[in-house]
């Protein structure tokens, strides 16, 4: 998709790439593989992540793109990068949202979903995402089969679901081996 070939165009890299050795690196995750349809990263999902993997990613977003690993403190994301992308973003009231709409995004429909997303993450600001109970600061990532990543920051939370899977499907073509044991 359109996120993937810009960060080709101007890294060079697959997405896939660039995260892996950018972010996932930094944040102590091994590397994840990437869905490749028609030859390049997915860039809105696809990616194949543990729940602790994933929580990992929520808590650098949390921690406003910093991150204390080996190397002591590093900006791993700028923070008004990370402001950016879990902020509601104003340019879309207008705008219809021509996307499906999923089960965690419950009672959203496609005539209010742009009221709430961002640029790349989903917020809570019209309480419409995660739901009245959940503070407005919160922010989250909503993948296939329901899964979520959810950061709250005014409650300093991260919180991961995996959605409903096949394991035997997913071990069956899964290389990171500490998804699933058993």
């Not at 593989?33 to 602790?52: D, I, L, M, N, Q």
């Not at 509601?88 to 959203?108: D, I, N, Y």
Request: net charge positive.
């Amino acid at each position: 998709d359109l996120l993937s070939l810009m960060v080709e165009n101007v890294t060079g890299q697959t997405l896939q790439e660039f995260f892996n050795q950018s972010i996932n690196a930094a944040i102590g995750i091994a590397p994840v593989r990437w869905w490749f349809p028609e030859g390049h990263s997915a860039g809105a999902g696809g990616a194949e992540f543990t729940a602790r993997r994933l929580a990992r990613v929520g808590y650098l977003a949390l921690q406003h793109g910093a991150w204390i690993g080996e190397r002591g403190l590093q900006q791993v994301v700028s923070r008004p990068r990370i402001s950016l992308l879990t902020q509601w973003a104003p340019l879309l009231a207008g705008s219809s949202f021509l996307g499906e709409v999923t089960p965690a995004r419950k009672g959203v429909g496609s005539d209010d979903a742009q009221l709430i997303y961002g640029h790349l993450w989903w917020t809570n600001r019209a309480k419409l995402g995660l739901g009245r109970t959940v503070p407005e600061d919160a922010f989250f990532m909503s993948g296939s089969g329901g899964q979520i990543c959810a950061v709250i920051p005014g409650a300093d939370m991260v919180v991961v679901r995996l959605g409903l899977v096949d394991l035997r499907e997913v071990n069956a073509r899964n290389r990171n081996k500490e998804l699933y044991h058993g």
